[in-house]
């Protein structure tokens, strides 16, 4: 420190000084530069936003004109047989709809049946039908924009008109092309719907056929002909139906959205050039660039004053300096020493906070004063969650700076006579021995939950954790330190099962919880050699016809001294301790032996079995479960394997890998308690899933009204657009059947059909469900 301190010299402070106004100046314009970027950035992403919505609200017209051809076409084939062959007699249907100007009807190979106009062609053109064939196969039977043919038959159509293709199914076969109906829409009609929108002076917008071909350009004066051709850069879009990029015309660069619809072979294109779009950036930027230069003259003035004060001041503090320096320099070196090794001693080198130690030598005097004046003193127990996973992804070294941050907003927010200490790991404790009451200690800890939850930044990455905290308040919960760590620590367990960010007050029955879980895993172990382990089926019915169509199994232990324990008591217990993996083989197996046993009685069925997340970790996973039925010989379609989607989340791409080669060996595989909140319709792509299976929390919302919840018929209308089977969970009632009926739900299962069957009850109730049936 004396040897930084001599070396300063009046020219290194000027120089600092010089360097400080270059740098403040360098801020100043950088600050303009990013305030510029951000604004211009801004500017592009907001008209880009208004300029989709315009889009789609164009499109959702055309879609809806598509609608309103259907409805011509049904007019004009209800009508067919009564049309003549004249075109005042085949234009008479028109006048359902005005939108459309004329229309023609060919059979299935093309050839013309009636027109509205003479001007039509009698044949419908070659590429033409072959779109329309094409766009059966592809999209079924779905009114469409054909590509135009440069090089082939010309269509004599006016300009204004735009042509739509309809295909009309067989009312006998309902899968074969009847009749085809060409339709032509105004063009007017459809510019004049953009008119009073505001789209600048260069705003248009376009309809663009399959093949790219311009069909439609429009601003706000109206249809434009014989404009300048854009032309597209590369598009910059993750979803296939939406997205934009630049183009350029005469010389000008445009910011072009886009909104496809491929069923019905469109694109709407809305464009505007950058420089009208920015010229509000560009007037403000202006004025910023003035007050810049102002700012950074005003600086340079600053600095060349301060260096006609430093001249005057150097002389006399030259000699001052030095004495000064060389007495500092003693002090300083003995309280450095001391502080070393007391801070050795007492703190934790990592996170700077006291150690276990010196925490619980301070807390245990706190405690004895806390008590003497009659206050509370409250333990915090704290564990970061997903700490681990962090430590692992990213290194120790992120690690490391992730527990010094965590450390550094703990002992911001601590009061006077507060500590805190690091345990280890990402273990922190914290003693608050203010005057406080008990409110204002649950108040103190939810502000430090919510603000160790706040994302960190480190080098450039940024992390979100949580922490679990428990609380154990003295002299409620215990008398000495060692006792209230402990129970902040069996409470701290307590919010981390209750979900992370969460804290808990201790609670005499956490004991006794956590004791019983000991015993419980303790005897897993035995459990699962001695075979305790037993199945119970509960059916799964199919709503259209209320037959049985197979079962799912419900693991149950048979314990010898607390009689049948249900999986809610053992199964978290199981994945927490890894037997897990070892429980999911044996109800494999059980389900595989009983399968067995039935195809031995003539009786062949499927059985559905729960997977869990450890499961689906295993390297071998997809080969143990071919093995086993292989060992009794099943056919794979008679299993199925329900997962959840947290389950493929630790190694997503090994669990999926295991469930495309299982489903591609017949086995079926349905993704359960859909509805959670962790699912959503646009990661079920990426899965290999047959069935969706609706959790029961939704089912118990419905009753069959009115007013019933419309996430359960859109969840089933998505899950059939998907062609994924649908299972409701918790039917309880028959109005919950009705409503699942109606909406055209697949199968149903729970207690309004039957429990969980063991193996002997099941022939009673099957004959019972069969008598049902007939009644």
Known sequence: MTRLKSSVSPGFIQAAIVIMGLVTIAFIWLLDHRQYSAAHAEALDSKANEHLNLATIAAEHLKQLADRSLAVSAVVNSTANTLGNSPSDASRALAKDPVFNRFSIYDARGNWQFHSHDNLPAILPQHWLEQVYAQIENHGFVPFLPVSDISGPKIAAPKWHLPLLLPVAD???????????????????????????????????????????????????????????????PEQAKDPRRGGYRSVANDKVYQ????????????????????????????????????????????????SWIFTVLRRQQ??????????????????????????????????????????????????????????????????????????????????????????????????????????????????VVMLADNRSEQQITEWVKA??????????????????????????????????????????????????????????????????????????????????????????????????????????LVRWRHPEFGLVYPDRFIAIAERSGFIIDLGKEVLRLACEQLKKWKVQGIRTTVSVNVSALQLGQEDFADSVLRELALHDIAPDQLELEITETAILDREQLAIEHLERLKKAGIAISLDDFGLGYAGFAHLYALPISKLKIDRGLIAQLSNTHDDSPIVSSTIALAKRLQLQVVAEGVETREQLVYLKISGCDYGQGYHFSRPLSVEQLPEFDEAFKLKEVA
């Open 171 to 233: 009312p006998q076969t309902r899968g074969q092309l009847d009749r085809i109906m060409l339709v032509e829409m105004d063009v007017g009609y459809l510019a004049s719907l953009y008119q009073n929108i505001e789209m600048g002076y260069s705003g248009i917008i376009q309809l663009l056929d399959a093949a790219g071909q311009e069909r439609l350009r429009a601003d706000t004066s109206g249809v434009i002909f014989n404009g300048g051709a854009l032309i597209a850069g």
């Open 256 to 303: 072009s959205i886009y909104v496809t619809a491929p069923e019905h072979g469109w694109r709407i294109v809305v464009s505007q050039q950058l420089d009208e779009i920015l010229t509000p950036v560009q007037t403000r930027q202006t004025n910023q660039t003035w007050l810049g230069i102002i700012m950074s003259v005003a600086i340079l003035l600053a600095i």
């Open 315 to 428: 002389a006399s503090l030259k000699a001052l300096q030095n004495s000064e320096q060389e007495k500092q320099r003693l002090i300083e070196s003995l309280e450095t020493a001391h502080r070393r090794s007391s801070h050795a001693a007492s703190t934790d080198h990592l996170s700077g906070l006291f150690n276990r130690r010196e925490f619980i030598r301070i807390a245990s005097d706190c405690l004895t004063q806390q008590r003497a004046k009659r206050r509370l003193l409250a333990i915090l127990f704290i564990d970061l969650d997903r700490f681990k996973s962090i430590n692992d992804t990213l290194g120790h070294k992120v690690g490391d700076m992730l527990l010094q941050a965590v450390a550094g907003r703990i002992q911001r927010m601590l009061g006077p006579e507060d500590q805190a200490a690091r345990f280890g790991g990402d273990e922190f």
């Open 448 to 553: 430090l939950t919510e603000k160790l939850s706040a994302t960190y930044s480190l080098e450039g990455v940024e992390l979100n954790t949580s922490p679990s905290v428990g609380i154990s308040i003295c002299p409620r919960d215990a008398q000495d330190i060692d006792e209230m760590i402990r129970c902040a620590d069996a409470a701290m367990y307590s919010a981390k099962r209750a979900g992370r960010g969460q804290y808990r007050f201790f609670d005499p029955s956490l004991n006794t919880s956590r004791i019983e879980e000991f015993h419980i895993e303790q005897a897993l172990g035995e459990a699962l050699r001695k075979r305790q382990f037993i199945l119970h089926y509960q059916p799964q019915v199919r709503l259209d016809t209320l037959t049985i169509s197979g079962y799912e199994a």
